[in-house]
Each structure stands twice: as structure tokens, then as C-alpha cells.
């Protein structure tokens, strides 16, 4: 019933508002959880005037400040993985906690020059204020990526969802409906995530995120360098998991790497296609984009993702090796998912959610949105398996022809080491429990449904550059 209104009010001529449909318009600081907490407060209170000891008000609750103003946390080193002199782009904060051995994280920023091969990888450092870029500039590193203003489901035009039932390639196609819960509520009081969500990133306990690497490991990395979507490439699309399908993933995506990559991406579309990533890399790379819930925008969402988009300050795209042995090439096309998107309701079998803060990589929260201190900035971690059975380039649950290492970090019998792909996405965030990752409506924006989707299209020979540097330890 949803997709049919929808239909008629395009055929309209006219963006509807979600009022003409019996919904009122969402307004963005109405998700803003913590706004939400305090309005249930007075609510609450209004409710119960009587209950309220004589001449004692009740303060208004409020959100706790997770920032710590004064608190200046020193840099932290990774064993081995250290680049000396390099530092990482503006809004770098200082880690607070020591790194548990064995579990080093690395940062750089991609649009930055490649190092030699013995630089390594620089960590979050401080001194300078985080930016969030406002507009979409073309990316230096890649003039041939083109500005996309008309693409009415670019952030740059977050209030206009756009006609999701046309092919951008004019072809017939599939369109996916709104979720009908989307459109239930005339409030977003319900819409998640809520307070609860949200954890200050020091009341998490330390943890060791990376299994120890044995004799036969292979301990180089190569850092695959493709920006950070400065260029605006961003659709509701998911080719791996929807294809043929418009607004598949009920959600935004930001993608780096392949400039062509949509719901109707096939090898051929994606091979003949330019990138943003350096050395012929035509890889893409995409995951959900995540919202200011302080800021009316994309009010009219039908699968309730508003807010501004937060574009992430830095995008590193490691791949490592494997702690009990070497590692062997990809195929090209081969298709990887990470992550369950409904993890919400399907439960933690799939989720791969790992929200931490720079700084704090040791402090790894599975299930809920980090609250980090002054100079630290939210931290997404999302590591894909790496276990891949030798024979296909995908499976019919996009999870079978590769599989995650053990808790030892070996690969299951029947199973060979491929370049585990590890995205690190450092954001700069409201303050407090006010930002959300775009998610089908159902999920109520729940930190559990983090994930991401990667297609290799290296170049061969780029491929075997990328196994060699992490068989003979180097660090590219």
C-alpha cells in the first residue's frame, strides 16, 4: 500500500509531503535521542504532578555530557605499525587507554600520498579540530570523479528523496516499497535509537580484537587509498544483497572506490567503469552513512533515516594478513558482506558491529553507539572474512564461499587465507547520544546492524602486489 502511494504521488509531478498520506512530517530533533529522553521526562512529570515532594521541582533530565573538556588523552602506538613523522588530517584526537598487545588498530588517511613501503599506517593524532565538510568539493586525489548535484538521492539534497522507481540506466526496474513501519507512526519518539544505545566508551572493558600472530602468519598490510566520498556517490542501493532493485537496502550508502556502482552494477558494468582509488583499484567499497539527529534534514524520508548525513573524516582500507598462515590472491569479483543490516530482529548470529572511539581501540562496544571525550572521534570497525573456499566468487547468503577465521585466526579446514579487508571510518559526531546509522526502519537504527558490502575489481597484478606485501611483512 505504501509503494502504491508513493507511485501515484510521483505521478503527480511533485515531491508529497508525508502529511498528504495521513503521516506527518518527521522532524529531525524530534529523533534526536536525547532530546527524546528529556521530552519523556517532563512528559512523565506532567503526568504526575502530585507525586512531587512541596516546594522541590525535579530538574530537567538531560542526555549525560560524555565530553570531557579538559581531558587530553596521549598518542598511542601500535606495535610495528607505527609511521614515523606521518600525521594523520585535521580532527585527530589523542588515545586515552594503552593497546592491548596484539590488537593494534592503524589509521591513515587514503587521500593522503602513499608512503614507502616500510611507512606504515599513522594513528589518530591531535592539536586540530575536526571538520565535517558541508559540501561535496570534487576529491584531489581523483579528478576524474565527477560532482553529482542532480542525483536527488544525494546528501547535498537530503530533503528530496527523489523518484525511486526510475532506472538511472533506463531500463525496467524493480523498486522497493517503503517498509510499512516506517509509516505507522506520526512521531519518530519511536523511531530508535534510543539512550540505551549509547555507552560512554570508558565504561567499556578493554578487549583483544586480533588473534595473536603465530611463526607461519603473514604480518604485512597493504592500505588501499580511494578517499573519503568527497565526490558524493551515495544511493539506497545494494547490488550484492538486491540487485536490479531501487532503494534495496532502505538505507544510504557511501561508496568510495568504483564511481559506477548502483543496485544494477553487474562485473561487466563494474570493470568498464572509472574510481577513486589509486593503481587501477575499480574495487568498491560501501557501507551505511550516519546521521546528525540534531539537524531537520531528509524530513521526508519514507524509511524514517533523517537527519544529516555525517561524512567520515577519515576512510582507511587495510588488508591484512592471516595469524597462522600465508595468504593467496582473490579472485576478481569476488563479493563480500560483513555484518547482518537486520541484525536487530535476526539476532547476533551475523552482526559484526564494532563502534569504538580513536584513542580507545582497545574498548570495542558490539551493540551500542560510543560517547567519546573531547578530541576523540566515533570509530566504525568492520572487518570481513577472510576464509574463502577456493572455488566461488559469491553464495546464495553472500556468506558461505567466505567465512571468518577461528578465535586462534586460522582458517576452517577446506578453507584458504584471502587479504582480510578491515575498514576503519572515523566521524566527527554531535555531542552526546544525537547521531545514528541509517538503517532499514524496522532495526529502529540499532548500533548491532552496522555493515558493509566490497567487490574486488583490482587488476590482477595489483592483486598479486597486494599478496605479496603481506606474505613478506612489508607494510604498502
Not at 231 to 250: C, K, L, M, T, Y
Request: proline fraction near 10%; include cysteine.
Amino acid at each position: 500500500m505504501a509503494a502504491a502511494m508513493t507511485a501515484l504521488a510521483v505521478a503527480a509531478g511533485g515531491l508529497v509531503s508525508a502529511a498528504v498520506i495521513g503521516v506527518a512530517p518527521a522532524r529531525a530533533d524530534h529523533c534526536d535521542p536525547a532530546q527524546a529522553s528529556q521530552d519523556d521526562s517532563r512528559r512523565q512529570r506532567d503526568r504526575a504532578p502530585d507525586q512531587q515532594a512541596p516546594d522541590q521541582q525535579a530538574p530537567d533530565e538531560q542526555a549525560p555530557d560524555q565530553q570531557a573538556p579538559d581531558q587530553q588523552v596521549p598518542d598511542q602506538q601500535v606495535p610495528d605499525q607505527q609511521a614515523p613523522d606521518q600525521q594523520a588530517p585535521d580532527g585527530q584526537g589523542q588515545g586515552g587507554d594503552q593497546q592491548v598487545q596484539g590488537g593494534g588498530i592503524v589509521l591513515r588517511d587514503p587521500a593522503q600520498s602513499p608512503e614507502p613501503e616500510d611507512s606504515g599506517d599513522a594513528l589518530f593524532r591531535r592539536d586540530r579540530s575536526p571538520r565535517t565538510p558541508t559540501t561535496a568539493p570534487q576529491d584531489p586525489q581523483n579528478p576524474q570523479d565527477p560532482q553529482n548535484p542532480q542525483d536527488p538521492r544525494n546528501p547535498q539534497n537530503p530533503q528530496d528523496p527523489g523518484d525511486q522507481s526510475q532506472d538511472r540506466r533506463g531500463r525496467p526496474t524493480r523498486t522497493a516499497s517503503p517498509s510499512p513501519t516506517a509509516s505507522q507512526d506520526d512521531d519518530c519518539k519511536d523511531l530508535g535509537p534510543f539512550v540505551t544505545d549509547f555507552v560512554d566508551i570508558r565504561q567499556v572493558q578493554p578487549l583483544r580484537l586480533d588473534a595473536g600472530i603465530g611463526r607461519n602468519g603473514s604480518r604485512g598490510t597493504f592500505v588501499a587509498q580511494c578517499g573519503t566520498n568527497r565526490n558524493g556517490h551515495n544511493n539506497p542501493d545494494n547490488f550484492i544483497v538486491a540487485p536490479g532493485v531501487s532503494n534495496g537496502a532502505h538505507h544510504l550508502h557511501d561508496y568510495v572506490g568504483n564511481l559506477s556502482t548502483d543496485g544494477f552494477s553487474t562485473d561487466e558494468s563494474l570493470a568498464a567503469a572509472g574510481t577513486t582509488c589509486r593503481l587501477g583499484d575499480k574495487s568498491t567499497y560501501f557501507w551505511p552513512v550516519l546521521r546528525d539527529r540534531k539537524v531537520d534534514a531528509n524530513v521526508q524520508d519514507p524509511d524514517g533515516n533523517v537527519g544529516r548525513v555525517i561524512r567520515a573524516g577519515t576512510v582507511s582500507l587495510q588488508f591484512r594478513g592471516n595469524a597462522t598462515s600465508r595468504v593467496v590472491a582473490m579472485p576478481r569479483f569476488l563479493r563480500l558482506i560483513t555484518g547482518d543490516a537486520k541484525a536487530g530482529t535476526n539476532g547476533a548470529a551475523n552482526a559484526r558491529a564494532r563502534w569504538s572511539c580513536t584513542g580507545f581501540t582497545n574498548r570495542i562496544s558490539p551493540d551500542k553507539y560510543p560517547l567519546c571525550p573531547r578530541g576523540s572521534q566515533v570509530l566504525r570497525i568492520l572487518d570481513f572474512p577472510s576464509c574463502w573456499d577456493g572455488q566461488n566468487t559469491d553464495s546464495a547468503n553472500h556468506r558461505t564461499h567466505v567465512v571468518f577465521p577461528g578465535q586462534n585466526g586460522a582458517c576452517p579446514q577446506g578453507t584458504r587465507a584471502i587479504p582480510q579487508l578491515r575498514m576503519l571510518l572515523a566521524y566527527t559526531v554531535p555531542q552526546g547520544p544525537s547521531f545514528a546509522v541509517d538503517a532499514f526502519p524496522e532495526q529502529k537504527h540499532n548500533p548491532v546492524t552496522d555493515h558493509a558490502d566490497f567487490a574486488n575489481v583490482m587488476p590482477e597484478r595489483l592483486m598479486q602486489f597486494v599478496v605479496s606485501c603481506i606474505n613478506r611483512g612489508r607494510r604498502c
